[in-house]
T-cell receptor, first 115, second 114 residues
């Protein structure tokens, strides 16, 4: 079984500041994938970034980077130079090696960027 | 074309109605998903189709009936729903369902059951 924990229900961040969204996970699978999705108020789930459990380097996608600490089972999302359009719900998600079709989500963090 | 298209965007139905949600993708993806999302909650997996065959059913009540008529189309048939079934229903697809493949999501159908 897989479990994703996001401990920050809501965050307020000043525009142009960097922000870190926390995610910890638990799994017994030998390999797994970690994802971050953004969900604006419109409802669509937007893929941000992916990290494989055997990837040696932390993933980066533009302003998004993933701080992956495998021993601590954490996969925090870092957004640099936040923008007003970053205000949304952010979900950490995980897919394991066994039964790997299933993507399991954490409870999410509501991020609000303050001008 | 990198889109997953869901119709309708909004649906209001009574508890005795029969309705269907439709999901379509033309990316050649062979794994398709239905998720249910209640307000302020994460999406919860309902069904997974892999190569047009149902591979995962997360103990969903029989009033929800999925169908995958071909590799591009996924339907969710609704019958005798309850008010607590009101939610955002999200469809998603991925190439084959491998561990490293991201899911492409549609914009969802907001369902209200009266």
């Amino acid at each position: 079984a897989q479990k994703i924990t996001q401990t920050q229900p809501g965050m307020f961040v000043q525009e142009k500041e960097a922000v870190t969204l926390d995610c910890t996970y638990d799994t017994s699978d030998p390999s797994y994938g970690l994802f971050w999705y953004k969900q604006p108020s419109s409802g669509e789930m937007i893929f941000l970034i992916y990290q494989g459990s055997y990837d040696q380097q932390n993933a980066t996608e533009g302003r998004y980077s993933l701080n992956f600490q495998k021993a601590r089972k954490s996969a925090n999302l870092v957004i640099s130079a936040s923008q007003l359009g970053d205000s949304a719900m952010y979900f950490c998600a995980m897919r394991g090696y066994f039964g790997n079709e299933k993507l399991t989500f954490g409870t999410g963090t509501r991020l609000t960027i303050i001008p | 074309d990198t889109e997953v298209t869901q119709t309708p965007k909004h649906l209001v139905m009574g508890m005795t109605n029969k309705k269907s949600l439709k999901c379509e993708q033309h990316m050649g993806h062979r794994a398709m998903y239905w998720y249910k999302q209640k307000a302020k909650k994460p999406p919860e997996l309902m069904f997974v189709y892999s190569y047009e065959k149902l591979s995962i059913n997360e103990s969903v009540p029989s009033r929800f009936s999925p169908e995958c008529p071909n590799s591009s189309l996924l339907n969710l048939h609704l019958h005798a729903l309850q008010p607590e079934d009101s939610a955002l229903y999200l469809c998603a697809s991925t190439l084959q369902g491998a561990t490293n493949e991201k899911l492409f999501f549609g914009s969802g159908t907001q369902l209200s059951v009266l």
